[in-house]
């Protein structure tokens, strides 16, 4: 059971990541609503559930599959929605397709391939980000930016999956303004998927910033902003 520290301190952290989220929006000066995701890796379910029930929050993200598959049940119950974020394996797809209601991290034909078909297989459709290795890390996942639309192009035939836009990891910075190169250039690449309205899609989606650069991510155009440690504290690892 969680402490009343606890309780508080999930409180505080959470409504302060939501001020500072509207506070960059406001500074953009664009009156388009930023999504707060909760990335819940390692966290305790009963941290997520008090946020959910007590607190509004209603979008979390998986990293993992297993992890994902051991919370759905309960943050779904809950009230919130649940997203895959991480990087998926396709015989791993089997868990996520279908059920999260976005899949973040879509980086091969061959990923997306076992995601269209597992859900044809379902009757449903799965909404996905394409995601942009926009530092061109060789550690990290995701395509190149110069590849995007051949990307788009190779997986349009695809029925039972619908691009929603875009996701993107920065590589690490040391100072905040170090960020919006990429942020900038990620933000470009979602401009010219807007001019696209592949799907028809109504409300397109841009994924980026994390704890340490989400509000420089909201200034920059991000749709959506995947927030760990700044609400649950630093992960503890098993």
């Not at 995701?37 to 979390?60: F, H, M, N, Q, S």
């Not at 397709?97 to 034909?109: E, F, K, N, Q, T």
């Amino acid at each position: 059971m969680l402490t009343n520290e606890r309780k508080n301190e999930l409180r505080d952290n959470y409504l302060r990541v939501l001020e500072k989220i509207e506070n960059a929006r406001l500074r953009r000066g664009s009156g388009e609503a930023v999504e707060l995701l909760a990335a819940t890796k390692t966290v305790p379910e009963e941290d997520v559930r008090y946020l959910i029930e007590e607190c509004g929050l209603r979008l979390c993200g998986e990293n993992r599959a297993q992890e994902f598959e051991a919370k759905y049940d309960g943050v779904t119950a809950a009230g919130a929605r649940m997203d895959f974020i991480g990087h998926l394996q396709t015989n791993k797809v089997k868990i996520v397709a279908g059920r999260a209601g976005l899949i973040h991290s879509v980086d091969s034909v061959h990923l997306a391939r076992e995601i269209d078909a597992r859900c044809g297989h379902l009757g449903t459709t799965q909404k996905v980000l394409i995601e942009i290795n926009i530092g061109d890390e060789e550690s990290k996942s995701g395509i190149a930016a110069q590849d995007f639309d051949r990307f788009l192009e190779e997986i349009s035939g695809f029925e039972s999956l619908r691009v929603a836009g875009i996701m993107t990891m920065a590589p690490k910075c040391e100072k905040i303004e170090d960020f919006r190169a990429y942020f900038r250039k990620s933000y470009q690449i979602y401009l010219d998927f807007l001019k696209k309205k592949p799907y028809n899609i109504k409300q397109a989606v841009l994924s980026m910033g994390m704890s340490s650069s989400f509000e420089c991510a909201v200034e920059e155009g991000a749709t959506l902003v995947r927030v760990g440690s700044a609400i649950f504290g630093a992960r503890i690892y098993p």
